[in-house]
């Protein structure tokens, strides 16, 4: 089983700040900007969406993330995920309830071995600790919105032997 924290990874700009040591040397501290809250206006424009590889996220390559915004309080993300045609997502589970709104493509979700046809405009919850896959259907790229109820996670399901 593979855990991986994905938070605030996806922010990408940094602010530097300076401060003196305790021998009055400069010492400069790049700290990375909080994200757009998701508790005040805001408002996500798709192309002008930030994508980076997910790979980084854990996830198999092929999908893409753009942060969209951050819970302050609980660091629950919501992102958008943007996958090939064809792409698959392995069995996996998160902690927090997962949130997905499929706004183009058509794919599958299979929750807790039952598969869900979906298209754009379909939304689906899956539960915490909830086993689920996604699979976007061959000819045209799919995109979600994701949100989570508390910090991103992502625990791989080991295929039984």
């Not at 753009?66 to 609980?74: E, H, N, V």
Request: positive net charge; hydrophobic residues 40%.
């Amino acid at each position: 089983m593979r855990r991986l924290l994905l938070g605030s990874t996806l922010a990408v700009a940094f602010v530097t700040l300076a401060f003196a040591d305790d021998k009055g040397k400069a010492v400069t501290v790049k700290v990375p900007p909080l994200p757009p809250s998701t508790e005040e206006l805001l408002v996500a424009d798709l192309p002008s969406a930030a994508w980076v590889s997910a790979e980084k996220m854990g996830y198999p390559k092929g999908a893409e993330a753009a942060l969209i915004g951050q819970d302050p309080g609980s660091t629950a993300p919501t992102v958008y995920v943007r996958t090939t045609a064809g792409y698959k997502l392995p069995s996996h589970w998160h902690v927090h309830t997962e949130y997905s709104t499929m706004i183009a493509g058509k794919g599958t979700f299979t929750v807790d071995g039952k598969p869900h046809l979906v298209t754009a405009g379909s939304y689906v919850v899956v539960p915490s600790r909830v086993k689920h896959e996604f699979s976007c259907d061959t000819g045209v790229p799919c995109v979600l919105v994701v949100r989570r109820s508390g910090p991103a996670d992502i625990n791989f399901v080991k295929p039984a032997k």
